[in-house]
């Protein structure tokens, strides 16, 4: 800390004055009395402080409020606020102070920019909560935001004088989260000097490379700007037009940007010429009008291309943003990009909605598309099963992104991120559609839905009541609010799972006598490739894991006695063809055991398959021993099984399949999706190549565009079945698998 020079309390008390003299939105007495209180006590604040290039500290939080006003356009309480912004965090003052000083309103925004003034630390969870604390002040009052952007704007500008690996650090972020945050915002002109500014820190020598190329080229370029205009200038002024036309200029960054997603040179970048043509608009005649006018003669000039029209006119972006986007053929037979704007569209589209909307304060009207904007970051921010990061990642995807507007049937416009599916559509109409979506129509076509939407799509959503939402949606999805929608529902989902499997599995080892306790489980996780008690029951809930060979695994590598005893019987019973005349038999027959081996030789079996419920190797059975000996193998919940096993009890016996390798049984699976070309051959095309199913019978019907029906497969287990299951249900456009266990009553 160093006491002022006498010539630094000059340069500080100039630049104050500076900011006075040309504040835009400050008029009123008032207005310049808080601002400069707000510097007063800003000054006395940080008194004795310097930045880390030396200078003093208080030209920092001037230079920002600079910013707010000159560049972002913002009013005399952003002023104070931008004057006050390190005040708290820096220094012994507090919220409080503000409050009395300068009231509640205040007061509220300096909390929020001393709040998220920590956003980047070194931790990336941490970094990422901050982040949403941001946006969650931001929609509290939006001048958070924008002060905060200019902020980072002066630091940017003065980064010179940090250490090379903080520079890289600040330039990262910067790139990441506050250019594209510029962006969304609409700030155009703030974006772009981030973006630059960041390339400069991080890439020096590409951007300096850049850089004199760009100075190079400069003359030929504004020969060729020039040639275009010209004939333009001329029609222009012939009908009363004032305008400025211009050749937009490239920044470094998004040249460097072009070359590197479009692997083009300089060269190839630089050449494609970029016109904008800004008017003063006659007040009588709409400007929307008039841009279609301009348009009009440029486009007698110059052949329009026919798929290159941009209407951001009667279409604004999200962002505010209007304009009307041209390209034509030019002079040397290349293609033109031609802006037109009013003045009042180019201030939008230069210095942001935002700072339009904050000045103008007309009513909810100009607002509308920015509240609509928080409002969506708003919802994200209220559902608190959205994790930190997972926010962030979808919050950076969804700013990257630019967006496309697509209908609902009946004209309303909706505006979704690039690469958006009917899926993310029908979450954003509603959280209920999407979890009910089973399909949708584009443009009256029948789509699935992982289906790309693009501008101009009309959608309309297909609903059915029995859908559900499962993870591989999470794939078919790009906005966050789809995203974490489907995350809700698969939550909710697992734990009814987890439920159901546990209750299942504990019944079951009490058939045996046992209780789940850890020795169990030991045995079982290698058994089932699990890892933890809740992903068995998980498992066995959902009908991955059934527990058809859990006697077996029960019994491996075990001194328990209990386990012993079932083997001596297994070894009786399976040594003896006849299970009639086993020992066992004598006494009762249901204390025995059935083991179901596959009987290769042409001898008649010992054993059949119950046709009333035809169990299939790896589902739960019992075994009904017939007069003959012979055994009758019935699902454990088969109707007719539970009957025999009341009336007729000492015929009933344990079964067990043995690995069932070689002959196949009868299957069936219901399969529902979405009529489009070629699925009939895909799926049929998966049945055949896995290796282990045959198909018997196919009856699949569509109606509606949907189609549904069931196919019996011939296959050797509920491992088979269920990897086949799995294999179709990868199948773009199918949308639900499922085995069909017929059982007659
Ligand atoms: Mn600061």
């Known amino acids: 800390m160093s006491v002022l020079t006498t010539t630094e309390e000059d340069l500080v008390q100039k630049a104050f004055e500076d900011l006075i003299d040309h504040c835009t939105h400050c008029d009123g007495k008032t207005d310049q009395k808080m601002i400069r209180k707000a510097f007063r006590m800003a000054n006395e604040a940080h008194k004795g402080m310097r930045r880390k290039s030396g200078e003093p500290y208080i030209l920092h939080p001037i230079a920002v409020a600079k910013i707010v006003t000159h560049e972002i356009g913002l009013g005399a309480k952003s002023i104070i606020c931008a004057i006050l912004h390190d005040v708290v965090e820096d220094t012994e003052y507090t919220v409080e102070d503000i409050e009395n000083h300068f009231g509640k309103k205040i007061a509220s925004i300096i909390d929020g920019l001393t709040k998220i003034s920590d956003v980047f630390d070194n931790k990336s969870s941490l970094q990422a909560e901050n982040f949403r604390k941001m946006l969650l002040t931001l929609s509290d009052d939006v001048r958070v935001i924008l002060i905060k952007l200019a902020d980072r704007l002066h630091n940017m500008r003065t980064l010179q004088s940090m250490p090379p690996n903080k520079q890289i650090k600040v330039s990262g972020e910067t790139t990441y989260l506050y250019a594209p945050l510029a962006h969304r915002l609409g700030l155009y002109a703030i974006k772009t000097e981030l973006e630059d500014l960041s390339l400069k820190y991080r890439y020096p020598k590409v951007y300096n490379d850049l850089l004199n190329m760009v100075t190079d080229n400069e003359k030929k370029r504004g020969h060729m700007i020039n040639t275009f205009a010209l004939p333009l200038i001329d029609k222009l002024e012939n009908v009363g037009y004032e305008f400025d036309i211009t050749g937009r200029p490239k920044s470094i960054y998004s040249i460097w940007n072009k070359m590197q997603t479009k692997n083009i040179p300089f060269e190839e970048v630089y050449d494609l010429l970029a016109i ?6 006659h007040p009588e005649i709409p400007e929307k009008t ?3 006018n301009i348009y009009s003669m440029i486009t007698d000039t110059y052949k329009p291309k026919p798929d290159r029209i941009r209407d951001w006119v009667s279409m604004p972006k999200a962002n505010g943003y209007e304009a009307l986007h041209v390209t034509v053929m030019g002079p040397e037979g290349k293609w033109v990009e031609v802006q037109i704007r009013s003045h009042r569209m180019d201030e939008i589209a230069e210095r942001g909605f935002a700072a339009h909307w904050q000045y103008k304060q007309a009513g909810k009207g100009s607002s509308a598309e920015l509240d609509r904007w928080i409002k969506k970051i708003r919802e994200l921010l209220d559902n608190p099963d959205s994790n930190a990061l997972e926010f962030l990642d979808d919050f950076k995807l969804n700013l990257f992104a630019s967006e496309i507007l697509v209908f609902t049937p009946k004209g309303q416009i909706k505006s979704l991120p690039k690469l958006a599916t009917t899926l993310d559509f029908a979450y954003e109409i509603h959280t209920e559609i999407g979890n009910r979506a089973i399909g949708a129509k584009v443009n009256h076509k029948l789509v699935s839905l992982n289906y790309t939407l693009k501008s101009g799509d009309q959608v309309e959503i297909l609903t059915s009541d029995s859908q559900r939402a499962n993870r591989e949606w999470l794939y078919y999805v790009t906005t966050a609010k789809a995203k974490s929608a489907i995350r809700t529902v698969l939550k909710s989902e697992t734990k009814d799972h987890i439920q159901k499997g546990k209750q299942i599995i504990e019944e079951k080892l009490k058939e045996y006598n046992l209780k789940p306790s850890s020795r169990v489980f030991k045995k079982l996780f290698p058994a089932y490739d699990v890892r933890s008690k809740d992903e068995l029951y998980s498992k066995i809930g959902t009908g991955i894991v059934t527990l058809g060979d859990l006697k077996k695994i ?19 019973s399976s040594k003896n063809k006849k299970p009639a005349e086993n020992k066992a038999e004598k006494d009762s027959y249901s204390g025995s055991h059935y083991m179901i081996r596959e009987n290769l030789d042409d001898t008649e079996s010992e054993f059949s398959i119950a ?13 009904y021993k017939n007069q003959d000996g012979s055994i009758v193998i019935h699902k454990i919940k088969c109707p007719k099984a539970i009957r025999l096993m009341s009336s007729q009890g000492n015929r009933i016996v344990p079964a067990t399949w043995t690995t069932h390798k070689i002959l196949s049984y009868l299957a069936s699976i219901h399969i529902q999706g979405l009529d489009s070309f070629g699925i009939y051959n895909n799926i049929t095309t998966i049945i055949s190549k896995e290796l282990s199913v045959n198909m018997r019978n196919i009856n699949l019907v569509s109606h509606d565009g949907v189609f549904e029906g069931s196919i019996d497969l011939y296959v050797h287990n509920t491992k088979d079945l269920n990897n086949l299951i799995m294999n179709i249900m990868k199948i773009k456009g199918v949308e639900s698998v499922k085995r069909v266990e017929k059982i007659e009553d």
Request: aromatic content about 14%; hydrophobic content about 35%; proline content about 5%.
């Open 611 to 623: 046709k009333c419920c035809n169990p299939i190797p790896g589902d739960d059975v019992i075994g």
């Open 554 to 572: 029960l019994r491996k590598n075990t001194k328990n006695k209990w386990i012993r005893y079932w083997e001596l019987q297994f070894t009786s």
């Open 290 to 292: 008039q841009c279609w």
């Open 276 to 281: 904008r043509i800004i008017f003063d608009a």
